[in-house]
């Protein structure tokens, strides 16, 4: 399974982004889709999830700004990013999780200014 990750980028505090992750190769039914991010000298932490079902789970630093969506069809899963804050700065991967596979992003950087 690979995952391509366009997207990222620099934006001001308060922007906006978006970013979106296409999975394609041999997989079988996913069961979800995934964001996580790690800033320089923390750990890799989870952003927001949401299962093929729909079902969404967030971490409270982005609730309320974040949104996450998927596209089962196309096998992409998105996630709108707004009033961004510096704090949001880091490399954020995407990860699609099936029955047989768990694959990760190559990540894409987002950078916040203040």
């Known amino acids: 399974v690979q995952l391509v990750e366009p997207g990222g980028g620099l934006v001001q505090a308060g922007g906006s982004l978006r970013l979106s992750c296409a999975a394609s190769?041999?997989?079988?039914?996913?069961?979800?889709m995934g964001w996580y991010r790690q800033a320089p000298g923390k750990q890799r932490e989870l952003v927001a999830t949401?299962?093929?079902?729909?079902?969404?789970e967030y971490a409270d630093s982005v609730k309320g700004r974040f949104t996450i969506s998927s596209d089962n069809a196309k096998s992409t899963v998105y996630l709108q990013m707004n009033s961004l804050k510096p704090e949001d700065t880091a490399v954020y991967y995407c990860?699609?999780?099936?029955?047989?596979?768990?694959?990760w992003g190559q990540g894409t950087q987002v950078t916040v200014s203040s």
């Open positions: 990860r699609v999780m099936g029955y047989a596979f768990d694959s």
């Open positions: 949401i299962t093929s079902g729909g079902s969404t």
């Open positions: 190769g041999s997989m079988n039914s996913i069961k979800a």
